[in-house]
């Protein structure tokens, strides 16, 4: 903030200027003392400038609305999410702030892998001025492993990444058994993201209790990871904030909250988040005013809920000068509620601008130029090979090693010949270089094609029982330009285009939810059994989960750190 910035706010705050925006009448929540009370607020440009009873504030130009009879709250925060996923992050923001959420800590992952370092800033830069703040984690490496991680990954990138002002965390780091061992390349990574006053954000899935102290002394400062309240404490105990997680694919927040039973204290201390839940997910149930709803059913008492989304997250990334509380100074972002018993609010503030009302967005929200953004052939996917049946062969073997799944994106290896149900699979580099062939069961016996740029990696997965199908939804793919692509024999059964580096729509969060359910019903009548067909997807080349991934090196077994079924060059 600037010190002219700072004299409006202070000649409000005396009663010398008029406020923009003054908000009346109603009973303020403040996270800081626990209290609830009446009191006005005046706001001046983005920040609020005055709370308290004092009208003065008030001029011939000031906005006043009448809020009496309501709760103000501060606009929620989500501390790990996910942007990106089948609609812009602009489309994003549209959704989820009437639903209160005014910042998010978001990742970088797809920008990254798409476009390095220009892609992140384009992106950073174009979303500095949103209504919803974007504040970002910086990816120290790649969800799989590759040859070229070196190229995509610099050190030099990830510095500059890091002092960009909207950069608030290296992270995630899902590689903590890289960590654990003391690998000097990333504990060089995180000990700079330090250096700079950053967070470091954890994902520590399968890390037993014994290896927390030495992930903790690596550097992570949180985890969005545990599925019981043991974890919890596991990583509290060690001093690793934590994140509560409710969301599409692991809907844990309520069993989660028993953690605080055992440990009140850590209400202080920990956050919800909803982890990147599918748009499907956040259409039905909302998005931090869905976990709210959560914790006060599971009689999380309300100061302690409404701290969880607010001042607690701020205060973890050290931004509580900015965020998480309704007091001088701060971004003026509040949520006017009718009752605290129902976290959906009635108005949204966001930046010191009535953003929305009775559910309804009043404010604009940026677009993106994603031509600045993705320059490369690579992530426009304009490409001129195409795939053919043989690319899609399987090697001659008596055995293989079959990635079966075990639940929506948990696999088991089985060393064994072919059977009835499993679909030949395939990673494939988008621009038609190689393939890393294997097989897959336990996901859908009755698919004949299947292609989507949802991967981790950003590759093309494409799976099926018959190499022919495979190849035809693999080149409507990219007629596409990305997405998701059905094929039964020589008909599309079902597509969805994501034209916008094969990861996102030009639609609404609304729209990408009904294709989405459209995608789950298609494969469900063809056998799908998991709960979210979309994490699957994403994450059968991400090398950090047990036990089988489909990387680009290969069939990759995750606890042996080796490769069991090589890639090959695709022959042009």
């Known amino acids: 903030m600037t010190s002219i910035e700072r004299r409006r706010l202070t000649a409000v705050a005396r009663g010398d200027a008029p406020a923009d925006l003054y908000l009346r009448g109603a009973t303020l929540l403040n996270v800081y003392t626990g209290e609830l009370y009446p009191a006005n607020v005046a706001i001046t440009g983005e920040r609020i400038a005055y709370v308290g009873l004092r009208e003065d504030a008030i001029g011939a130009r000031t906005r006043v609305l009448d809020v009496a009879g309501r709760v103000l709250v501060p606009g929620y925060i989500d501390p790990h999410v996910h942007v990106g996923n089948f609609v812009t992050p602009s489309a994003f923001a549209r959704h989820v702030l009437p639903l209160g959420t005014t910042s998010v800590f978001a990742d970088t992952l797809q920008f990254w892998e798409l476009g ?26 790649g969800q799989s492993r590759t040859t070229d991680e070196a190229r995509r990954f610099p050190l030099r990138d990830f510095i500059r990444a890091l002092e960009h002002p909207w950069a608030a965390a290296a992270g995630e780091v899902t590689r903590w058994p890289d960590a654990h061992r003391g690998a000097p390349d990333l504990l060089r990574r995180l000990a700079i993201a330090e250096a700079r006053g950053l967070r470091v954000e954890g994902h520590t899935a399968g890390a037993s209790a014994e290896k927390i102290p030495a992930i903790a002394a690596a550097g992570f400062t949180s985890d969005h990871e545990p599925i019981t309240a043991a974890e919890v404490l596991e990583r509290a105990r060690q001093g690793i904030a934590v994140m509560l997680r409710d969301s599409s694919l692991r809907p844990d927040l309520v069993g989660l909250l028993d953690a605080l039973e055992e440990a009140p204290a850590l209400a202080s201390r920990v956050m919800l988040t909803s982890d990147g839940a599918m748009p499907a997910f956040v259409v039905e149930h909302g998005f931090v005013d869905h976990l709210l709803r959560l914790a006060l059913d599971r009689g999380v008492p309300p100061l302690d809920a409404y701290r969880m989304v607010t001042l607690n997250p701020a205060t973890y990334f050290r931004r509580d000068g900015d965020l998480g509380g309704i007091a001088p100074g701060r971004y003026a ?73 075990v639940s929506a994106v948990i696999s088991r290896r089985e060393d064994r010949p072919l059977a009835p149900g499993d679909l030949h699979a395939a990673l494939v580099d988008r621009m038609g270089r190689w393939v890393a062939p294997g097989v897959v069961a336990g996901f859908a016996e009755r698919i004949d094609g299947l292609a989507t740029t949802l991967s981790t990696d950003f590759n093309i997965l494409v799976l099926g029982r018959t190499p022919a199908a495979m190849a035809r939804a693999v080149n409507r793919l990219l007629e596409l330009r990305g997405g998701l692509v059905l094929v039964d024999g020589d008909a599309t059964a079902f597509e969805v285009a994501l034209p916008i580096g094969g990861i996102m729509g030009r639609g609404s969060l609304a729209d990408a939810a009904a294709a989405e359910r459209g995608f789950r019903a298609a494969l469900a009548a063809r056998g799908h059994a998991h709960h979210d067909p979309f994490f699957t997807l994403l994450f059968l080349s991400a090398d950090f989960l047990p036990a089988v991934r489909l990387t680009p090196r290969g069939v990759w077994d995750v606890r042996a750190s080796r490769i069991l079924l090589p890639s090959r060059r695709r022959p042009r």
């Open 116 to 141: 390095g370092l220009a892609a992140f800033r384009a992106v950073a830069d174009g979303l500095a001025r949103s209504p919803l703040k974007f504040y970002w984690m910086i990816r120290p490496h």
């Open 333 to 405: 972002d509040v949520c006017v509620l009718g009752d605290l018993a129902e976290p959906r609010p009635e108005m949204v503030i966001a930046r010191g601008r009535l953003a929305a009302e009775g559910g309804r967005l009043l404010t604009r929200v940026p677009d993106l130029a994603w031509s600045r953004a993705f320059t490369s052939p690579r992530a426009r996917l304009e490409v001129g090979w195409r795939a053919t049946a043989r690319d899609f062969a399987l090697p001659a073997r008596e055995r293989y090693p079959v990635l079966r799944l």
